[in-house]
């Protein structure tokens, strides 16, 4: 994709790759722009479909700002499931067995209803300012959910996870959400951060760790 405003629908059918392929959708940077101001592709659309076995990214749209993917399966891609760009809105997304995360996404993103299972890397990685909402993780060989400063995790899971289950950056809050089986910690946070109505049980490390100034 190499232009704002463009919408693909795949209308349930497949993108199929290889191990050598690379990204299954790629967002190209937008060249007509002067060096260092600000290059991505806008207002783009990528839905309903599913995106397997690539080499590289099922989807590249790092160079995606304020665009939409909504309703893709991901299977099996080489460096990860999806990769976002800024301020971009992902829904009812599903990434299993990447080789990377499962889904990132750049800062002020929203990412509801999406999942994230048995990626060889994090499950669901997000950049500060972002909102997470109802979304899980379970069985990735990382962390669960890992999201940066001034972030709002609600209302997710994260099971079975190799590391911790849930780890924020400062001025992070933790609403609602469960974390359990996890290969270290239940959920970690930075400082200045808020934990509320969680549920945390059998991890194998801490239940909750909390640095300087945290609510719990």
């Not at 990377?100 to 990412?111: E, F, H, M, N, V």
């Not at 270290?184 to 509320?196: D, E, K, P, S, T």
């Amino acid at each position: 994709i190499a232009a704002s405003s463009v919408q693909i629908d795949l209308n349930g059918f497949m993108l199929m790759g290889r191990t050598n392929a690379m990204n299954g959708i790629y967002v190209a940077p937008d060249t007509n722009v002067p060096p260092g101001e600000f290059n991505s592709q806008c207002q783009i659309s990528i839905r309903n479909g599913t995106v397997e076995r690539w080499g590289g990214w099922g989807i590249n749209a790092s160079n995606a700002a304020h665009s939409t993917i909504s309703t893709i399966g991901l299977f099996g891609n080489g460096q990860g499931g999806i990769l976002a760009g800024e301020g971009c809105t992902l829904s009812d997304c599903a990434s299993a067995n990447a080789s990377g995360p499962g889904i990132q996404a750049s800062r002020s993103a929203t990412i509801r209803d999406c999942k994230a299972m048995d990626n060889e890397g994090r499950g669901i990685v997000v950049g500060e300012g972002s909102r997470l909402t109802s979304c899980t993780t379970v069985n990735n060989l990382s962390e669960g959910i890992v999201a940066s400063g001034g972030t709002t995790v609600n209302d997710c899971k994260a099971i079975h996870n190799g590391l911790s289950g849930i780890k924020v950056d400062g001025g992070a809050r933790v609403h609602a959400s469960t974390s359990v089986e996890n290969g270290q910690n239940g959920i970690v946070l930075a400082i200045y951060c808020i934990a509320r109505d969680c549920l945390v049980m059998n991890n194998t490390n801490d239940g909750i760790t909390a640095n300087a100034s945290c609510y719990v």
